[in-house]
């Protein structure tokens, strides 16, 4: 990520599946097999290319999760007359598009894009009508309070020479 005091590494090892990659898919511009493949065969012959937008992603997932007893439950998706820059993508689902089972993990995907993380942010929440039923979503995210208390923190932590 770059910072103020320059790039820091976040992490290392991501899945496709993890909002940090997530993110960053959503604003990818190019063909991601083919730049796999370009990598894998040693043949890509420029970095691959991000449009400068910011971008939230929350996660719907059932009453619980991250405790002992998640709670999974039946969403119905409404999908019709999505924004072009917010989208739903699917996770540890079944049934059909419209309506899905939850399993006990991350459900539903909701990400947009903004000029700023926080315009995105307020996207999402514009867009949580869209899924109806018992669940729970982070608020927080995205927000310019929890940006702003990451950063005093981070800076907190660099100015001490303490790593984390």
Same mark, same amino acid.
């Given at each position: 990520?770059?910072?103020?005091?320059?790039?820091?590494? &976040?992490?290392?090892?991501?899945?496709?599946?993890?909002?940090?990659?997530?993110?960053?898919?959503?604003?990818?511009?190019?063909?991601? $097999?083919?730049?796999?493949?370009? &990598?894998?065969?040693?043949?890509?012959?420029?970095?691959?290319?991000?449009?400068? %937008?910011?971008?939230?992603?929350?996660?719907?997932?059932?009453?619980?999760?991250?405790?002992?007893?998640?709670?999974?439950?039946?969403?119905?998706?409404?999908?019709?007359?999505?924004?072009?820059?917010?989208?739903?993508?699917?996770?540890?689902?079944?049934?059909?598009? %419209?309506?899905?089972?939850?399993?006990?993990?991350?459900?539903?995907? $909701? !990400?947009?894009?903004?000029?700023? !993380?926080? %315009?995105?942010?307020?996207?999402? %929440?514009?867009? $949580?009508?869209?899924?109806?039923?018992?669940?729970?979503?982070?608020?927080? !995210?995205?927000?310019?309070?929890?940006?702003?208390?990451?950063?005093?923190?981070?800076?907190?932590?660099?100015?001490?020479?303490?790593?984390?």
């Amino acid at each position: 990520m770059e910072t103020s005091g320059g790039p820091v590494l &976040i992490e290392v090892n991501a899945r496709f599946g993890d909002p940090e990659a997530m993110n960053v898919l959503k604003v990818f511009d190019g063909d991601l $097999l083919d730049t796999f493949l370009a &990598i894998a065969d040693g043949s890509l012959l420029s970095p691959p290319r991000f449009r400068t %937008e910011a971008t939230c992603l929350k996660y719907i997932v059932p009453v619980g999760y991250g405790g002992e007893k998640p709670e999974p439950g039946t969403l119905t998706v409404d999908r019709s007359g999505m924004p072009e820059d917010f989208d739903i993508y699917y996770s540890a689902v079944s049934g059909t598009p %419209e309506r899905v089972e939850m399993s006990t993990s991350r459900s539903l995907a $909701l !990400i947009a894009t903004a000029d700023s !993380i926080p %315009e995105a942010s307020d996207k999402v %929440e514009r867009n $949580l009508w869209r899924v109806s039923g018992r669940y729970y979503v982070r608020h927080d !995210i995205g927000t310019k309070a929890l940006i702003e208390g990451k950063s005093r923190r981070m800076a907190q932590v660099k100015g001490t020479g303490n790593p984390g």
